[in-house]
C-alpha cells in the first residue's frame, strides 16, 4: 500500500468520525442544555441569560451538521450538498478552537464544555488542539470522494487502523476520558450518598430488628426521621410496659441487608406534648424548631 | 428520666446516667427541645461512652454575651440580655467596634451588642468587656435588584424577606473592588451596622465568586470515605428566627431527603457528610486554638455558594465548612469584623 493511499484512507474515515463525534458532543451537552449548570464552554462568556439559549443552539448545530455529514457521505449527497456541510463542520471547528483559545484566557478556570458535564476540566492546549485538529480533519475531508464500502479485506484493516489511530490520539487530547474513568470507578461513600428515606424504610421493615420490636410499637409510620452522616434515625410511638416509650432505629445507608440497631427511650412527662401532638407528615415535623 | 435500652429478645434494660444533664443543658443554652432530643434519642441506641460528639454536653457560653446596652459609663456598660440586667467592665484595652473601632462612649442605649469577655483573675465575678460588636449585621445572599448604591438582597431567610443593604459611601469603593459585579444573580457577601431595616455595608466580607448565585462549583470526584477533620471556613450569620445569643451553626449539607425545604443536593465545594439539624459537630478555630462542640441549627444554604478561603492564618483549603451564629463565632475566638476565621470540622462519622 503506497502512501498516497493510505493518506487518501485517512481522510475517507474523517467523515464518519466527526459525525460520531459531533452527534455525541451534542447528547452529552443536551443535559447540560437542560438542565441549570451552563457555566462550561465558550458560551460562559455570554451574558447569563443567553446562556442556556447559546448552549442549545450550539447543541443543535452539532446534531444537525453530524446527522447531515452522515445523509451527504454516499452519492446521493456528493457535490455541493457534502461541500458545505463540510466546509460548515470546518469552520465550527476552527471557531471552536479560537473560542477555547479565548476562553482560557478570559477565564482560566472554566472547562471547555465539548462533552458538557464531562468537560469540566480547564481548557488546557490539549483541548485547543483537539478542536485545531478536528478542524484539519473536517478540511481534509471537503474533497472526499463518496464514501463506498471497503473493496478489499486489505482495506478495511486500512480503514480500521486509520480510524483506530485518530481515535486514540483525540483521546490523548481528551481530558474527558479521565473523568469517564473517574466516574466509572467512583462509589460515593454512604456519608455523601443521597439515600431516599423510603428506601431506608424498606431497609429497616426487612430488618430483624423491625420484627423484634414490631409487637412495641402504637404506629408503623415514624414520628422523626433524620440523618447523621452513614446512619438515618426513624423514631415510633411505642409502649413497654405499659409505658409510653419511643422507639429508635437507627438504619445504616449502605443498602438493603444494613445494619439496623434499635434503643428505646422512655418519653416521660418531658415529652408528653410531642406524644399528643398530631404529626400529618414526619418529615415535615422534622425541622420544628 | 429513665433511659433504656433493649439488649436482647428478652427486653432486657438497663439505666443509664446523665441524660437528664443533656436535657437540662439544652435548655440554658437555647437549644430547641427537639433538637435535644435526638441527641437522647441518638444516645438510646449508641454506647456514647467515650464519643464526646455523639454524647457531650452541647458548649454554653463562658466568654460572650448578647443583648441590648441599657447604659454606658467610662468603665462599664450595662447589657440587657432578655432575662437579666449584666454589668461589663470597660478598660482602655476594650476594642469597640461600631461599622469601625470607636470609643465605648459611642455606644448608645438600645444598641444591640456582643461582648467577648474574660473574668478577672482577682475577682473572677468581675467581667471585662475584651470586644464589643455593637450593631453587627452582615448580608450574604443573591442580589435581586440594585438601586444605586442599595441592593435588595435574597439572604435565604425562612420568611423569604429581602434584605437590603445601602453600601456606605466612604467604604463604597472596598467593596466594588472586592464585589466587581454587582448586578443581579451575582452574590453579595458584606459586613456593616444595623440601621432600622437596612444594612450600611462597610466592608466586604470575601471576594465575590465569578458564577451567578446556585452554580459553585462541585467538590472533585474521589473515592473513600470523607476525611476528618474537614479544613475550610467558618463564617458567621445573622440570627433568622433563632435566639441572639444560640450557639450553633448553619450546616452546609442538610440531608435533602428531610431538609425542610426542598434542597438542590449536594454540599457546595466541599466534601461534607450529609447531617440533620440536631447534630453536632466540634469545630476548632485554628487561629486561636479553640474547640467547641456545637448542634446544627439551621441550614448553610448560603455556605454552599461560596467556594472561597478564608486567610485569616494562612490559606485555608476552599469552601465553607460552617456558617456559625454571631454567638458561636465571638466564643471560638472570631472577629466579626473580619468575617470568618481559619476552621476544622469533625463530625461523629469520622
Redesign the interface.
Known sequence: MSGVSFLAVVREVQVPLIAVLLIGGCAAKARQAFGTHHESGPTAMFPPRLRRPAVIALCATELMLGVALLATADRAGAGVPAFAVRAATALLFGTAAAALNELRTRKPDTGCGCFGDLSRTPVSWRVIARAALLCAAAVASIDVAPLSMPDSSRQAWLTLAAAAAELAVLAALSPEIGQVMTRLSHAEPCELREVPVGRTLSTLYASAAWRRCQRFLVATAPIDVWREGCWRFAVFPGVLASRRVDVVFAVHLTGRGAPVRVGMLDTGTAFATSWNASFPNPLQIYNRV | ??????QS?S?Q?RRKPGIRAI?DNSVESGI???FS??A???????DTRGQDLWAQRPTIATSVATGVIEGVREDAIAVHSGQATEFFGVSPSTVTWLGARVSPTALRTGDPVVIRYRRQDAAPKQRLAERIWARAGRVTGAILKVDGSEFLVDAGRRDKTPQRVVLAPASSRQIQVRFPRLAP?YLLDVIGTRHGDHLLAVSPATAQP???A??SPRPP??????TVPISGSAVWHEPD?EPPGLLGLAYPAI??????QPAH?G?GCV?????????TVRIRNECTDRTAVLPVTSDGAMAREFCDRCVMCGTSPKGRIADLTMAAFVELGGNLEDGCFNATLT???G
Open positions: 428520666m429513665a433511659w433504656w435500652r433493649l429478645h427486653g434494660v436535657r430547641p427541645a427537639w432530643r435526638r437522647l434519642l441518638r444516645a438510646a441506641v449508641f444573580g465569578p458564577y451567578h446556585g452554580h470526584l474521589t473515592a473513600g470515605h470523607v428566627d440531608d435533602p431527603e428531610t431538609a425542610a443536593g454540599t466534601r461534607l457528610p450529609y447531617l440533620s439539624l440536631g447534630s463530625t461523629m462519622t
